[in-house]
C-alpha cells in the first residue's frame, strides 16, 4: 500500500499564468524510496477544509537529476490544483508517496522515439526527452507540443533550451489561438500528425511513440499512427481525463453485494450497495485502500477480483488481457454479483 512522507517544498516555480513547477526536498534516508522512471507519477496529500485531499501529478525532472519536481495546472473549481498554484510556498510541508505508473519510457541505443503532447500533458513526455537526450546521444526524440497560445505553453524557455543544445531532439509548437513564427496554427489531429511522420521527418523510423492529454488528441493521434504503420505495442499514451463506458454503466443494478476486501494481509467483509465503486465502499468502511486520481487514468487503485464480477465505468489503464485476469480500478468498478472478493495485495 502506499506510503505517505511528509516533506518541505523546496522551490515553486511560476510557469505559466496558471500552472506552477514544484521541487521536493527529499531526505537522504529516502532518496531510494523516490528513485523512479521517466513518466512516472507521484501522489501529493494534503488535508484542505478538513477533508484528506489525494491528487496524481507526473514528475517532469529526470532520475539522473536526482531531483523530484512535477508541474501543477490550475483546473477551474479544482480542489488541490487551485490550492497548489495559489497557496503552496516554498517552505510548507506536504506529503508524497513514491513514484508509481505505467507510462514508462527506458532509454535504449539507436532508437527513435517521437512525443505528442498538449497542454499540462508536457510533464511526463519532458522528463522523458530530457532522460533520453542525457543518456542516450544516438537516439533521437521529436516532440510535437500543442498549446493555446505561447503564454499557455508550460517549459517554454526549457524546451527551447533543449532544442539548441542537442541536435538528436527535434521540437515543434502548435498554437491553437495565436499564429507565431515557426509555430503551426491549429491542433494536434489527423493531417498535422501526418505532416510529421509521413512529410517532415519522413526519413525517421520511429520505434516508439509516446502521448500524453486530452483523450480526444490521444485517440486521434494514435488512431493516425496505426494506419501510418505503427502499432499498438509503440504506442504508449496516458490520459487526462476518461470518458464513461456508457455499456458498463447499463449493467449496473441497484442491489447489494457482499464484498471481502484483502488488504495489507488482512481480511474484511460488508455489504455495499452494486452503485458505489470498490474503492469508495472500503474507505467508507475505514480501510486504508490505495488511490490517487479516482478518475481511471492512473493504476494506484488497481486489485484483483478472485471471486464475483465486477463492470468498470472508465479504463485507460488495464488491457483486456489484464482484465481477462481478474484486474481491475478499484476506483471504477461495481460489483455486478452477490458476493465479490477483491485482492489489494496480490497485483
Given at each position: 500500500?502506499?506510503?505517505?512522507?511528509?516533506?518541505?517544498?523546496?522551490?515553486?516555480?511560476?510557469?505559466?499564468?496558471?500552472?506552477?513547477?514544484?521541487?521536493?526536498?527529499?531526505?537522504?534516508?529516502?532518496?531510494?524510496?523516490?528513485?523512479?522512471?521517466?513518466?512516472?507519477?507521484?501522489?501529493?496529500?494534503?488535508?484542505?477544509?478538513?477533508?484528506?485531499?489525494?491528487?496524481?501529478?507526473?514528475?517532469?525532472?529526470?532520475?539522473?537529476?536526482?531531483?523530484?519536481?512535477?508541474?501543477?495546472?490550475?483546473?477551474?473549481?479544482?480542489?488541490?490544483?487551485?490550492?497548489a498554484t495559489s497557496d503552496l510556498k516554498t517552505g510548507d510541508?506536504?506529503?508524497?508517496?513514491?513514484?508509481?505508473?505505467?507510462?514508462?519510457?527506458?532509454?535504449?541505443?539507436?532508437?527513435?522515439?517521437?512525443?505528442?503532447?498538449?497542454?499540462?500533458?508536457?510533464?511526463?513526455?519532458?522528463?522523458?526527452?530530457?532522460?533520453?537526450?542525457?543518456?542516450?546521444?544516438?537516439?533521437?526524440?521529436?516532440?510535437?507540443?500543442?498549446?493555446?497560445?505561447?503564454?499557455?505553453?508550460?517549459?517554454?524557455?526549457?524546451?527551447?533550451?533543449?532544442?539548441?543544445?542537442?541536435?538528436?531532439?527535434?521540437?515543434?509548437f502548435v498554437c491553437s489561438r495565436e499564429r507565431q513564427e515557426?509555430?503551426?496554427?491549429?491542433?494536434?489531429?489527423?493531417?498535422?500528425?501526418?505532416?510529421?511522420?509521413?512529410?517532415?521527418?519522413?526519413?525517421?523510423?520511429?520505434?516508439?511513440?509516446?502521448?500524453?492529454?486530452?483523450?480526444?488528441?490521444?485517440?486521434?493521434?494514435?488512431?493516425?499512427?496505426?494506419?501510418?504503420?505503427?502499432?499498438?505495442?509503440?504506442?504508449?499514451?496516458?490520459?487526462?481525463?476518461?470518458?464513461?463506458?456508457?455499456?458498463?454503466?447499463?449493467?449496473?443494478?441497484?442491489?447489494?453485494?457482499?464484498?471481502?476486501?484483502?488488504?495489507?494481509?488482512?481480511?474484511?467483509?460488508?455489504?455495499?450497495?452494486?452503485?458505489?465503486?470498490?474503492?469508495?465502499?472500503?474507505?467508507?468502511?475505514?480501510?486504508?485502500?490505495?488511490?490517487?486520481?479516482?478518475?481511471?487514468?492512473?493504476?494506484?487503485?488497481?486489485?484483483?477480483?478472485?471471486?464475483?464480477?465486477?463492470?468498470?465505468?472508465?479504463?485507460?489503464?488495464?488491457?483486456?488481457?489484464?482484465?481477462?485476469?481478474?484486474?481491475?480500478?478499484?476506483?471504477?468498478?461495481?460489483?455486478?454479483?452477490?458476493?465479490i472478493t477483491v485482492d489489494f495485495d496480490d497485483i
Amino acid at each position: 500500500m502506499a506510503t505517505f512522507h511528509n516533506v518541505t517544498i523546496k522551490e515553486i516555480k511560476q510557469e505559466t499564468a496558471d500552472a506552477v513547477s514544484v521541487l521536493f526536498d527529499i531526505p537522504k534516508n529516502l532518496k531510494a524510496n523516490f528513485n523512479f522512471t521517466a513518466g512516472q507519477y507521484i501522489t501529493l496529500q494534503k488535508e484542505l477544509d478538513g477533508k484528506e485531499v489525494r491528487r496524481a501529478y507526473s514528475i517532469c525532472s529526470t532520475p539522473k537529476s536526482g531531483d523530484i519536481r512535477v508541474a501543477i495546472k490550475s483546473v477551474e473549481n479544482g480542489t488541490f490544483s487551485v490550492y497548489a498554484t495559489s497557496d503552496l510556498k516554498t517552505g510548507d510541508t506536504i506529503e508524497i508517496s513514491a513514484p508509481e505508473g505505467r507510462f514508462l519510457l527506458n532509454p535504449e541505443a539507436n532508437k527513435n522515439y517521437v512525443g505528442f503532447a498538449a497542454g499540462s500533458g508536457i510533464t511526463p513526455i519532458l522528463s522523458m526527452v530530457k532522460m533520453v537526450l542525457e543518456n542516450e546521444p544516438s537516439s533521437t526524440f521529436t516532440l510535437v507540443y500543442g498549446n493555446k497560445s505561447v503564454a499557455d505553453t508550460i517549459f517554454y524557455d526549457e524546451l527551447l533550451t533543449l532544442d539548441s543544445k542537442y541536435d538528436n531532439f527535434n521540437l515543434e509548437f502548435v498554437c491553437s489561438r495565436e499564429r507565431q513564427e515557426n509555430m503551426l496554427f491549429g491542433r494536434i489531429d489527423t493531417p498535422f500528425t501526418n505532416f510529421f511522420v509521413k512529410n517532415k521527418y519522413k526519413e525517421i523510423s520511429f520505434d516508439a511513440a509516446f502521448l500524453c492529454g486530452p483523450e480526444e488528441m490521444i485517440h486521434t493521434v494514435s488512431d493516425t499512427l496505426k494506419e501510418a504503420g505503427f502499432t499498438d505495442e509503440n504506442i504508449h499514451f496516458e490520459l487526462f481525463t476518461v470518458s464513461v463506458d456508457e455499456e458498463a454503466t447499463s449493467e449496473i443494478k441497484e442491489g447489494t453485494t457482499e464484498i471481502t476486501v484483502l488488504l495489507d494481509d488482512e481480511e474484511t467483509t460488508f455489504t455495499m450497495t452494486q452503485t458505489d465503486n470498490l474503492l469508495a465502499a472500503a474507505l467508507r468502511n475505514d480501510l486504508d485502500a490505495p488511490y490517487s486520481c479516482q478518475g481511471g487514468v492512473c493504476s494506484s487503485c488497481m486489485c484483483k477480483i478472485t471471486e464475483g464480477k465486477a463492470v468498470m465505468v472508465k479504463n485507460s489503464i488495464l488491457t483486456d488481457n489484464e482484465i481477462e485476469e481478474g484486474l481491475t480500478l478499484a476506483c471504477q468498478a461495481h460489483p455486478t454479483t452477490a458476493k465479490i472478493t477483491v485482492d489489494f495485495d496480490d497485483i
